[in-house]
């Protein structure tokens, strides 16, 4: 892997320009990689004008031999925890997110058959990890490349109903339980349409809510790793859009109606800032019309039959709204995909080949960085287009950034803030690596010294420092802990904030040591697991990690 200049993790962020990465995935007319490229051969422009390539890398799995894919850095010492990558990179990193929050209980049983038949001949050089979602994201195995251990963790993936959808068994659309007789009155019968089409619309909600969650976690972990990631997610997704339903009466269509684009943007930027390239899998394959299964009733979702024997306007209607899930869910897929470079696979009943074709299209890539030539960062979207100076090559790479303002997040609402760091600081969500950090756990050792203290070390190199009028440098650090008892209820937290200003010596120090930062917490004597965090109050980079810690039973010394 030739990426030491397309990297500088090492600069700290006291500059208000910053360095552009791009992916770039160069396949010939016969869709195989094209290894060959040198930096000369590519132009990058930004909003249609040419910017200067100022870094250059290439990534290939034969790189590096397999053996270097996994080693374990030095062991911590006792009572120390961190959430630096134990992991050391010689290839893309690969997470598998089978997600069943949005695929019924029959296909998440044949993704998962398709799953163990790919980590069968999973090439042996593809860190990968294991996520499920339901109810909640849940890792399930960390980066490995033993595929004894991917298989374990795949068959522990049990199949889980999902709350949100009405047939959370099979594809088939639910019937409501009652069927509307046919001589209400119009206008009951479309109050009940109404109502239907909001009740479905608010369940779309809370699906995408809860799915973007949990993307943009799998990105927050992701973040301080180096390097492509690619993210195969293996769901049926979730509509682009909800659209009019045209089966609605007099004038009843836009009940329910929904568009999520701006909140697939948000999810894509972060995903790209840490990048991050999805891969969506929609593991139904190519399948006909649920109206001409043989398992149908023929009857609409609302109970009346004869949709699928009679034929005419209700036949037309049933088939133009599925037609137009279908193809609303894979724009979203499409839309991810194609926002952070990745490929979306769909209509094809091949879901292991399509894993192994995803994760082989993001093994080998070219790393391509720039400075924008402009400096005026608004917050608004920034077109990439990169051409090659060669025929017959086929380039993939994210369509663009947003231009983020540095100091956004100051601006940002306090409460949303606040809900940010509560998120980080919940075991539920995977740690996260924006910003690394060690910290030493410490339990009471005297009677009547009851807390907990944590002593934290916190990397510059990601924290944004600014130089001061007084030649001092200046940080704005917040460390958190929050405690869980053993069956993981919150029991109480505690924090606190450093403002630094460093002169030159110190800060040359603290570059290589950490920012010191200190938190205690009151805990009575028993196990506990803490959640650390830490935030840059400047920027809203959080990281975080788990500990564990043993508050024994103290008692005061008998006087003599």
Known sequence: MQSGAAYESATVLRVTTRLVMLDVVATDSHGHAVFDLESRDFTVLEDGKPQKVRAFGFQHPLSSPPKAAQTERPALPANVFTNIPQFQLSSSLNVILLDALNTPLTNQSYARQKMLHYLETMPSDSPTAVFTLGEKLRMLQDFTIDPNILKEAVRKANGQLSPLLDNSVSAEEQVLPRMIPADLPPDVQESIERFEAERTAVQTDLRVRYTLDALQSIGHWLEGYQGR?????????????????????????????????????????????????????????LEPPGSFSGVSTGADRFGRLGVARTGGIQLGSALQQESSSLFAAHDAMDLLADRTGGKAYYNRNDLDGAVRDGISDGSTYYMLGYYPDNKEWDGKFRKIQVKVERHGVTLRYRLGYYASDPAAYLKEDEKQRARELGDALNLDHPVSTALFFEAQVMPPSEPGKGNVTIGYAVDLHALRVEHGEDGTEHADVECVVQAFDENGKPVNSGGSTVKAAMKQETFQKVLKSGLPCKSEIALPAGNYLLRLAVRDNRTGLIGTANAKVNVPKLTEAKVQ
Not at 264 to 284: C, G, H, M, N
Request: proline share 7%; net charge negative.
């Open 229 to 285: 990631k690619n993210l195969i997610w293996i769901s049926e997704a979730f509509p682009f859009a909800i659209s009019p339903d045209t089966s609605v009466h007099r004038g009843a269509e836009f009940a329910g109606t929904r568009h999520y684009s701006d909140d697939l943007s948000k999810t894509a930027e972060l995903l790209t800032d840490a990048q991050v390239a999805i891969y969506p899998v929609d593991p139904r394959g």
